[in-house]
């Protein structure tokens, strides 16, 4: 999972073969290299293991805690070629498009950088939890990026922009997507990647998983409202 929470549930480290306990500097350290890595915009995912545990039928949140942190995996997904191209017709058709992830902050907007967008207003889970939803009505429609946001969040901000009178599409694959799928008025989820959860709480399914179809259907979608 994220490194940030990986870490927070660790009181080991697995060092050259070796189990110690971790201290500020190991953690340092760490957050200093997943960070590095986040701003080329990879996807940096931390690992740690735990030897004991009540059993799969019981095991629960509960049961992240003492874990012996293993090290972290770094992988870039990049953006397709086409993104740019959708984005700009989005834009030309009255549409604002905004990320709503779990991925890290520094990691989205350098994703966001490259397919060509240049404003990163932005706001991470931790902010968004700290504010009252009159706080964040009064700036939602000026942040780009929400970055490491929970289900919970994600639904939260889809029904802030409702409630600001913006007809909300919203595309997800992920089971932490199914909240806001289902309570955004346009719920879009992918067909080929897509979990069936996500699938079962959208309107619509992308079935070539293909972000330029979202244009195909605004278009057709509009044509069929003026006639």
């Given at each position: 999972?994220?490194?940030?929470?990986?870490?927070?549930?660790?009181?080991?480290?697995?060092?050259?073969?070796?189990v110690?306990?971790?201290?500020?500097?190991?953690?340092?350290?760490?957050?200093?290299?997943?960070?590095?890595?986040?701003e080329?915009g990879?996807?940096?995912?931390?690992i740690?293991?735990?030897?004991?545990?009540?059993?799969i039928?019981?095991?629960?949140?509960?049961?992240?805690?003492?874990?012996?942190?293993?090290?972290?995996?770094?992988?870039?997904?990049?953006?397709?070629?086409?993104?740019?191209?959708v984005?700009?017709?989005l834009?030309?058709?009255?549409?604002?498009?905004?990320i709503?992830?779990?991925?890290?902050?520094?990691?989205t907007?350098?994703?966001?950088?490259?397919?060509?967008?240049?404003?990163?207003?932005?706001?991470?889970?931790?902010?968004?939890a700290?504010?009252?939803d009159?706080?964040l009505?009064?700036?939602?429609?000026?942040?780009?990026?929400?970055?490491?946001?929970?289900?919970?969040?994600?639904?939260?901000?889809?029904?802030l922009y409702?409630?600001?009178?913006h007809?909300?599409g919203?595309?997800?694959?992920g089971v932490?997507?199914?909240?806001?799928?289902k309570?955004?008025?346009?719920?879009?989820?992918?067909?080929?990647?897509g979990?069936?959860?996500?699938?079962?709480?959208?309107?619509?399914?992308?079935?070539?998983?293909?972000?330029?179809?979202?244009?195909?259907?605004?278009?057709e979608?509009?044509?069929?409202y003026?006639?």
């Open positions: 999972g994220a490194i940030e929470e990986i870490i927070k549930s660790s009181t080991d480290v697995l060092d050259d073969g070796r110690k306990k971790i201290n500020e500097t190991i953690k340092k350290n760490i957050l200093e290299k997943a960070s590095s890595l986040a080329e990879m996807q940096v995912l931390g740690s293991i735990k030897k004991t545990y009540r059993g039928n019981n095991f629960s949140t509960k049961d992240e805690n003492n874990m012996i942190l293993v090290g972290f995996v770094a992988f870039l997904d990049p953006p397709k070629e086409e993104v740019k191209q984005l700009e017709k834009s030309q058709k009255g549409i604002d498009v905004k709503l992830t779990g991925d890290a902050l520094s990691s907007r350098k994703i966001w950088q490259l397919v060509g967008l240049e404003n990163t207003n932005s706001l991470t889970g931790e902010e968004v700290k504010m009252s009159k706080e009505l009064d700036v939602i429609d000026d942040i780009k990026i929400f970055a490491r946001l929970n289900p919970i969040q994600k639904n939260r901000i889809v029904n409702k409630e600001k009178g007809v909300v919203y595309m997800g694959d932490n997507d199914a909240p806001a799928l309570n955004a008025q346009i719920g879009c989820a992918m067909g080929i990647t979990t069936d959860v996500s699938k079962e709480a959208a309107d619509l399914i992308i079935t070539d998983d293909n972000f330029a179809t979202i244009v195909n259907a605004v278009e979608g509009r044509s069929i003026d006639n």
